[in-house]
């Protein structure tokens, strides 16, 4: 596809210009690999290492056998600065690579710019160029480009011009019509009748489409606060968590005691097209001239769907995590503006009082259901009660300790649970988890359960996904034939940076370095699923705006990964589509799991508002201050089963980011 035009970026207040088909990378690049590789390709993590961490590469090989072949590590200056033989075998991928090898880098240290050279019989292979250096300067520029997929994602009249030239979009949400949930897939929609319109205007659009969920909202704000408690450096994220609580505000009603979960259907039916069916520029919708009964009329007057009727018990996944991130918002405001946060506070606890602790009739979470599947809420009413009791705490309000008591009441039920299931819009369990184990380690005692409890549940999480990585060629601990295998990896990768916090336990950091590595380019496609980050990474994302904008980078986003080849369907494009394909990855396809850089392959390649929010938590706890040095060579080893450690005090002091697992919802919406 040939590529238009150009888009100012705002990258941490700076203004840079994306060129079409290149990534703003701080610098020149070294110079291009020489030759084209043969019977080989090398994976790893694009991006870079910390000094101190786990640096592993992959070398995936036409021949089975590994005599001859050697590898070394070039500087961007021409030095041989380590070299080697490729280690063991880590499995077969598929017909073209029967082999894949690990090559060890773990002893470069040296801060620079490296890549990788491979030559043997019939081989020859270069990997992309990448960083060692501190954390502030390898990942550190990770947060505001992810950051900006936010800003993308911006709907009403607050968006930000310069980022994919965004215009004011949507404005009929300022006075949305109540709806009653469609009974059934394909249903018809009928107003509520008798009820007011609301004012459910801003927030962001959820993925490569318009619609609004509170779900996918509230776990967005309330990671980007955890990341900013990780990382107060960065504003930024502070003052976009701030965005998604004014429209989470909006969601709730106080005066009615009314939730709201959804703008916008993405299911057509009777009479009418739902988001999915048009593919067009958000700000078109403002410019629809159309009355009832037309086809396009809830594009422009989109539907507003309620959690529950007004004054009822609200569903507790949502319940709980709104609720957590009014809670955020509040200790995030403290200080700076005690009243705001004294208000944050009360819609936190006013929302989480209303829970439905016996949610028989199952949960709510979008409509249709199948959006997002969630089935789990003990670990969402932990969340926002251990919020509610920092937020209490840091603003002297007495009703601390009752909101810790309830706290442990639900993280015991969770425990209850399977525990070993990835974090994400589903489940926040391991966030909840961590700021009760501060709560020990500040002198919380008498709730029932044990600090070590709750250590050894996330320990049991991060050994479920090591013992999945030791059987995957590339050492993954997601399992990249379900959606949102690059959300999980990055919520890996947090899990393990949280649980070494926490315990002392530095036996899963190599994991954990792992699972960023392989979300950043070390796994079988040799693409990076971060658009802007490293060298390969995706150019035609399932995503109308920066589809019909010229091709515009949607610089930060991150993408659904690799998926199913099952999950694919023959009719995935939608009329308007600017065609775009790139990187022909099928040779690289194996395990029946396929990759496409391609626009209508919105399996593999839709980004996702929680998926960059795993990605920007996992980037802030490794940019947390007591990580910034990290040299400790424990890391190397494959996880082992050491015994946990406590270790309380300052370290913890420094915040606690969340660790974000795989959503059991998947994202199973079919374009068109």
Not at 87 to 95: E, Y
Not at 110 to 120: F, I, L, N, P, Q
Not at 393 to 418: K, P, T
């Amino acid at each position: 596809m040939t590529r238009s035009r150009s888009v100012p970026l705002i990258l941490g207040g700076a203004v840079l210009l994306a060129v079409p088909g290149c990534h703003a990378s701080g610098g020149a690049d070294p110079p291009a690999s020489p030759g084209a590789d043969r019977g080989a390709r090398v994976r790893l993590d694009q991006v870079g290492f910390l000094p101190g961490e786990s640096k592993r590469a992959y070398l995936m090989t036409a021949a089975a056998q590994a005599g001859g072949i050697r590898f070394k590590v070039e500087s961007a200056e021409g030095r041989t600065v380590l070299t080697g033989a490729p280690g063991r075998r880590t499995g077969s991928w598929n017909a073209a690579f029967p082999s894949v090898r690990l090559l060890d880098l773990t002893r470069l240290t040296e801060r620079g710019t490296y890549r990788v050279a491979v030559s043997g019989p019939g081989v020859r292979a270069h990997s992309p160029w990448f960083r060692v250096g501190p954390a502030a300067e390898v990942l550190g520029s990770l947060l505001p480009r992810l950051l900006r997929f936010f800003q993308a994602q911006r709907d009403g009249a607050d968006v930000v011009p310069a980022v994919l030239g965004r215009r004011p979009s949507h404005l009929a949400d300022r006075a949305a019509t109540v709806y009653q949930p469609p009974r059934h897939r394909n249903g018809g929609l009928v107003p509520v009748p008798g009820a007011a319109t609301v004012d459910v205007s801003g927030g962001w659009a959820d993925a490569g489409d318009f619609l609004k969920f509170t779900a996918t909202a509230s776990y967005s704000t309330a990671v980007l606060y955890y990341a900013y408690r990780s990382v107060p450096s960065e504003p930024g994220l502070a003052a976009e968590a701030d965005h998604g609580l004014k429209w989470l505000d909006k969601m709730w009603d106080g005066r009615t005691a009314t939730l709201y979960a959804q703008v916008g259907t993405g299911i057509g039916g009777a009479g009418y097209l739902s988001d999915h069916d048009v593919w067009r520029l958000p700000e078109s919708d403002d410019m629809r001239r159309v009355g009832r009964g037309d086809p396009e009329y809830l594009l422009r007057y989109r539907p507003v769907f309620r959690a529950a009727a007004p004054g009822a018990p609200i569903s507790p996944n949502l319940a709980g995590r709104v609720a957590a991130a009014f809670a955020l918002a509040a200790q995030t405001h403290a200080r700076d503006d005690t009243g705001a946060a004294h208000r944050a506070l009360e819609r936190a606890a006013d929302i989480y009082a209303r829970a439905d602790t016996a949610p028989g009739k199952g949960l709510v979470t979008a409509f249709p259901h199948e959006f997002y599947p969630e089935e789990s809420w003990a670990d969402d009413l932990e969340f926002g009660a251990v919020e509610l009791a920092r937020a209490a705490r840091a603003l002297g309000d007495r009703r601390a300790d009752g909101w810790l008591r309830q706290a442990a009441h639900w993280a015991g039920r969770a425990l209850e649970s399977d525990g070993q299931s990835p974090l994400g819009v589903g489940d926040v369990s391991v966030p909840a988890h961590a700021d009760l184990i501060e709560a020990f380690d500040q002198g919380a005692a008498g709730l029932g359960i044990g600090r070590d409890e709750l250590v050894v549940d996330l320990k049991h999480r991060l050994g479920a996904a090591a013992r999945r990585a030791a059987r995957d060629p590339f050492g993954t601990g997601a399992d990249p034939a379900v959606s949102d295998s690059a959300a999980t990896s990055f919520g890996l990768a947090s899990t393990a940076l949280l649980y070494r916090r926490v315990s002392g336990d530095t036996s899963y950091d190599a994991l954990g370095t792992g699972q960023r590595g392989w979300a950043l380019g070390a796994n079988a496609w040799g693409s990076s699923f971060v658009i802007g980050a490293g060298t390969t990474y995706p150019r035609c994302p399932h995503h109308p705006v920066a589809n019909l904008t010229g091709g515009a980078v949607l610089e930060g986003a991150v993408v659904n990964g690799p998926n199913a080849a099952t999950a694919f369907g023959d009719a995935d494009a939608l009329d308007g589509m600017r065609p775009c394909a790139v990187a022909d990855f099928a040779r690289y396809d194996g395990h029946g799991i396929r990759y496409a850089d391609r626009i209508s392959a919105w399996q593999n390649i839709e980004p996702a508002d929680d998926y960059t929010a795993a990605a920007i938590l996992s980037t802030a706890l490794a940019n947390a201050p007591d990580r910034a040095d990290l040299r400790s060579t424990k890391s190397d080893r494959l996880p082992g089963d050491r015994q946990v450690r406590s270790r309380h005090g300052a370290a913890l002091m420094h915040g606690v980011g969340a660790a974000v697992r795989r959503s059991v919802s998947v994202r199973s919406r079919v374009a068109g």
